[in-house]
């Protein structure tokens, strides 16, 4: 019988090579290195596999890319990983997935649909929903549903509940968002410009009327006659004016109807952001930055913490006048 697993002490240009094989085969790599002071995958390797299970760590400019990988060490800062299911000891550098676990957060990056955390000591956090069993300082957790902190250890945290995103793999929302920010700074760019245009044209629309009306009486008086060139340099101008102005006002209404259906559907998309909530189960300390962004429209509602707010849950309401505000209250 063919075996699917490959067991090997190390990944490097010397021993294995670059590996890329099919997401889709059910291939195992498992690296074992005895040696805590060399790296069980060496500098700048590109791994493809289904499955990759490392005992050791990976090497700087190291790209991973398969379903399932399991790292018991530690990642490097500049090392990245795409996958669907991640377990890692010691996360230095970047993974995107949908389930990924990580036992000691140091100054990496986590996006995911699902991203558990023992101990996050410094680092970065994107996911769907969070969940830290230790928090640290200086960590940023952005989320679009839930925040869920056991145990707090650290301040200057900054916690963001962003209801456009999605999943790590969901690229297209944020070029979406990318592009919705594009075209509001054009659409800004255009209304300036056609309110100039407008008054310009309203500013010389009686002068234009009275060109026009002087050159059809000069043709009617004088058939056969050339037509003075200053009236007609003159007509000219007001024709490529009013021209440049039905141009720039069709542009500005294609732009704005581009924007607005742009608009509604990342606003309709989304999970509402008055649902999602950050959960603390002990008392955060000192001072800490809670952010909500809205985009209907585009705004953040910010909260700064304080030691005074000793309540479980943050969350979004709305008040009696319709304002929105973040609060520190369970119900």
């Known amino acids: 019988e063919v075996s699917n697993t ?15 094989s099919d997401l889709d085969s059910e291939i195992s790599i498992n690296v074992i290195k005895d040696n805590p002071l060399e790296d069980a995958v060496e500098e ?3 791994v493809k596999v289904q499955k990759l299970t490392i ?14 990988i399991s790292i018991s060490g530690q990642s490097h800062n500049d090392s990245s990983i795409k996958c669907v299911n991640a377990n890692i000891e010691i996360h230095k550098g970047k993974v995107v997935g949908r389930k990924v676990k990580v036992e000691r957060l140091e100054g990496g990056e986590i996006i995911a649909d699902s991203a558990t955390v023992s101990d996050a000591v410094s680092g970065k956090i994107r996911a769907k929903t969070i969940k830290i069993e230790k928090l640290g300082s200086y960590v940023t957790l952005e989320s679009s549903e839930l925040i ?11 916690f963001i509940i962003d209801p456009l995103f999605h999943s790590g793999f969901d690229d297209k929302k944020e070029d979406d968002a990318t592009y919705l920010k594009k075209l509001e700074e054009e659409l800004t760019s255009l209304k300036k410009v056609f309110k100039e245009l407008t008054l310009k044209v309203k500013n010389n629309l009686d002068s234009c009327k009275k ?8 043709k009617n008086k004088n058939e056969g006659l050339e037509i003075p060139s200053t009236l007609i340099k003159k007509f000219k101008t007001c024709r490529v004016m009013q021209v440049h102005y039905k141009k720039l006002k069709e542009e500005l209404e294609y732009k704005k109807a581009q924007y607005e259906k742009l608009d509604k559907r990342l606003s309709s998309s989304g999970p509402d952001p008055l649902d999602a909530k950050i959960l603390v189960k002990e008392p955060l300390r000192g001072f800490n930055n809670i952010i909500y962004k ?16 000793r309540d479980k849950v ?3 309401v709305e008040d009696e006048d319709g304002v929105l505000k973040i609060v520190n209250k369970e119900k």
Request: glycine content about 8%.
């Open 6 to 20: 490959l067991d090997v002490d190390e990944i490097s240009f010397k021993t294995t090579g670059t590996i890329n």
């Open 294 to 309: 809205l985009n209907n429209p585009p705004r953040e509602i910010e909260l700064k913490t304080n030691e005074s707010m």
């Open 55 to 68: 005992t050791g760590s990976l090497g700087s400019n190291t790209t991973i890319e398969a379903r399932d």
């Open 148 to 158: 869920e902190i056991e145990k707090v250890r650290g301040e200057e945290n900054k």
């Open 314 to 316: 943050f969350r979004l």
């Open 211 to 218: 060109i026009k009306a002087a050159i059809i009486k000069n």
């Open 44 to 46: 700048g390797m590109h």
